[in-house]
C-alpha cells in the first residue's frame, strides 16, 4: 500500500474554534478523519500531521523520503520560509501544496507561496475538499 505523508502547519490545530467564514467549521481532527477514509477508498495509508514549529516540519520533510508522496499545507510558512523551500527542493518524492482557502482572494501578502516553486500541483480554495482532491490527484499520478 502506497503511504502518503500530510504536513500541516501552525496554528492549523486552531481550526474550527475561529474564522469558520475562511476556514470552515472542520477540526484538524475532522480534516484527518476524511484524509483517513479517503486513502482507504484511494488504497494509500495515510500519516497526517500537525507542528506549529518550523524545524520539526523540516524535520518531516527530509525524513519524507519513505512514502510515496506529500501533501503540505505550511500555513503562514508557506509565504515566509525559505527553510521549508529549501527542504522541499531536496524531497524526490511528488509534493502537493494545499490551502483551505483560495490565497489569492486574500491579502497580498498570501499570493506568493515558496511552497508552490517546488510543488507538483496546488490546490486551495476548496475548505477540507483540498486535501481529498490532492489525494485524488496523487493517485492518478501515482498510478500512472
Ligand atoms: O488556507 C489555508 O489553508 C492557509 O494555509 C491557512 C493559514 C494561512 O496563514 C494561509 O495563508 C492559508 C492559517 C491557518 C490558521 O488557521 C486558523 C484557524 C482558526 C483559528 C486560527 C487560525
Redo the contacts with the bound molecule.
Keep these: 500500500m502506497k503511504k502518503i505523508l500530510v504536513i500541516n502547519g501552525p496554528?492549523?490545530n486552531?481550526?474550527g474554534?475561529?474564522?469558520p467564514e475562511i476556514?470552515g467549521h472542520q477540526t484538524i481532527a475532522d480534516i484527518e478523519k476524511l484524509c483517513q477514509k479517503a486513502g482507504k477508498e484511494l488504497g494509500f495509508s495515510i500519516d497526517f500531521r500537525q507542528s506549529n514549529a518550523e524545524a520539526e516540519m523540516i524535520n518531516w520533510i527530509q525524513e519524507s523520503g519513505k512514502f510515496s508522496a506529500l501533501i503540505v499545507?505550511a500555513?503562514?510558512y508557506?509565504?515566509t520560509s525559505v527553510a521549508i523551500y529549501d527542504a522541499l527542493l531536496a524531497v524526490k518524492i511528488p509534493v502537493v501544496e494545499v490551502?483551505?482557502?483560495n490565497?489569492f482572494r486574500r491579502e497580498e501578502f498570501?499570493h506568493h507561496s515558496y511552497v508552490s516553486r517546488a510543488a507538483k500541483g496546488v490546490i486551495?480554495g476548496f475548505g477540507a475538499d483540498s486535501y481529498l482532491l490532492a489525494l485524488k490527484g496523487l493517485k492518478e499520478l501515482l498510478d500512472a
Design positions: 496554528n492549523l486552531m481550526l474554534a475561529r474564522e476556514y499545507n500555513a503562514a508557506t509565504h490551502h483551505l482557502s490565497i498570501r486551495c
